[in-house]
């Protein structure tokens, strides 16, 4: 009966494209294996060949003159096969696979997974522009999963369910809106939540376009 070591199965294997390892190599792709006389591969490769695993031929001309190349035969690919193990289980399905899958019907992963994630609303000139962070209501005519890309475009008379200070930057404005969520979430969960709705003195900022 014909037997291989751990290490002239593998490359019996590398020659034909199989993986023991991947569900998705189990069957053959090719069949050639490179290599130069005198190093440790090809002496496995030689153990093959006498087995009638293998054949070894001259490279093709583009190739070094001192380079051979290895082939399975018949027998050899049917050995190769065989001695393949069970296939791997699958791999376990996350999230973000299934939201692979379908995508292009979402706005992002946060949408697919219905996270309700903040946007920033902007008012003021460009010599006294300010900003804030604010989370809408679920179900809100104005939550939208994408950042606004035009921050202007909003109303003082909205309701919202977490809202951050004005601030003169971003980065302060979403600082503001982490502690303004600090405080929403430690609120007693037996009490329930009431909209915050935007400062009516807040001066309406429209989009100037």
């Not at 001309?61 to 001695?83: I, S």
């Not at 890309?149 to 930057?169: I, K, M, N, Q």
């Amino acid at each position: 009966m014909i037997e291989a070591t751990e290490k002239q199965l593998g490359l019996l294997w590398h020659t034909l494209g199989l993986c023991a390892e991947r569900s998705d190599r189990r069957s053959i792709t090719r069949n050639h294996f490179l290599t130069s006389p005198g190093y440790d591969d090809s002496n496995n490769l030689d153990v093959l060949v006498a087995a009638g695993l293998m054949t070894c031929g001259k490279a093709p001309a583009f190739c070094p003159e001192d380079e051979v190349v290895y082939r399975a035969t018949d027998e050899g690919k049917q050995f190769a096969l065989d001695k393949l193990p069970p296939p791997p289980p699958p791999a376990k399905r996350t999230k973000f696979d299934a939201y692979l899958d379908e995508c292009e019907c979402y706005d992002g992963f946060a949408h697919f997974l219905g996270i309700n994630m903040p946007q920033y609303q902007q008012r003021g000139e460009w010599s006294a522009r300010e900003y804030r962070m604010v989370r809408y209501p679920r179900g809100s005519a104005y939550r939208q999963y994408r950042r606004h890309y035009d921050f202007a475009r909003w109303s003082p008379y909205e309701t919202l369910e977490v809202l951050g200070e004005w601030a003169p930057t971003l980065k302060e404005a979403k600082a503001s809106y982490k502690a303004a969520l600090k405080e929403h979430r430690a609120k007693p969960k037996s009490r329930p939540t009431t909209s915050i709705a935007s400062t009516p003195s807040a001066p309406a900022a429209h989009s100037h376009r």
